[in-house]
């Protein structure tokens, strides 16, 4: 069955530094993935998606992620990170069939002056 | 271009009791999937529905249905709730069509607080 692991539950950053939050699945075909920001009590607003190409993608925000499917990784990454950005992330890949998304356990990330 | 809309915003029920929860999926969309995010937890799928007929579904029992209108918006029932059932529910929208595998990407709406008590 196709999973997903974003190892860190919480991440704490000081602003203007960079970030990776990191996302593993397991997938048995060629996958297609997503990475999705919820702010507190809202809904989920897509970062970046993956579905094949050039495996480094850009997203909006200033988000990117790099697909690596010799590690089964597709992790996200911030050059900056602004206060804005705390929130909660979820890395999600698609699951075969009428298109059903599933999450990780997501990443919740702090932002220190 | 209007989004992913829910009603209501918040709700508050009671052990035993049923709940209805509307969705208008984006301009364009004709196809409605429903998650559940329980608190701390990413979401997980309930069911999709296209052309009005529920077209796959999650690890959901039966008290969980839903539907689709022509007009491509949808419900979801909840009937009998439980405490469990307390969670973020979010609907997504996304274009079907008739293929077996889709890579259309999901726009979520803000979700709508279900509190059982």
């Known amino acids: 069955a196709q999973s997903v692991t974003q190892p860190d539950i919480h991440i704490t950053v000081s602003e203007g530094a960079s970030l990776e939050l990191r996302c593993n699945y397991s997938?048995?075909?060629?996958?297609?993935l997503f990475w999705y920001v919820q702010s507190p009590g809202q809904g989920l607003q897509l970062l970046l998606k993956?579905?094949?190409?050039?495996?480094l993608v850009q997203g909006i925000k200033g988000f990117e992620a790099e697909f690596k499917r010799s590690q089964s990784s597709f992790n996200l990454r911030k050059p900056s990170v602004h206060w804005s950005d705390a929130a909660e992330y979820f890395c999600?890949?698609?699951?075969?069939?009428?298109?059903?998304?599933?999450f990780g356990a997501g990443t919740r990330l702090a932002v220190h002056p | 271009d209007a989004g992913v809309t829910q009603s209501p915003t918040h709700l508050i029920k009671t052990r035993g009791q049923q709940v209805t929860l509307r969705c208008s999926p984006k301009?364009?969309?004709?196809?409605v999937s429903w998650y559940q995010q329980a608190l701390g937890q990413g979401p997980q799928f309930i069911f999709q529905?296209?052309?009005?007929?529920?077209?796959q579904r999650g690890n959901f029992p039966d008290r969980f249905s839903g539907h689709q209108f022509p007009n491509y918006s949808s419900e979801l029932n909840v009937n009998a709730l439980l405490l469990g059932d307390s969670a973020l529910y979010l609907c997504?929208?996304?274009?079907?069509?008739?293929?077996?595998?889709?890579?259309?990407?999901?726009?979520f709406g803000p979700g709508t607080r279900l509190t059982v008590l």
């Open positions: 529905y296209y052309e009005e007929e529920e077209r």
């Open positions: 997504a929208s996304s274009l079907g069509g008739r293929t077996t595998f889709r890579t259309d990407t999901q726009y």
């Open positions: 301009s364009g969309h004709d196809t």
């Open positions: 997938y048995g075909a060629t996958p297609y």
């Open positions: 999600a890949p698609f699951s075969g069939g009428y298109n059903k998304l599933i």
């Open positions: 993956y579905f094949s190409g050039d495996t």
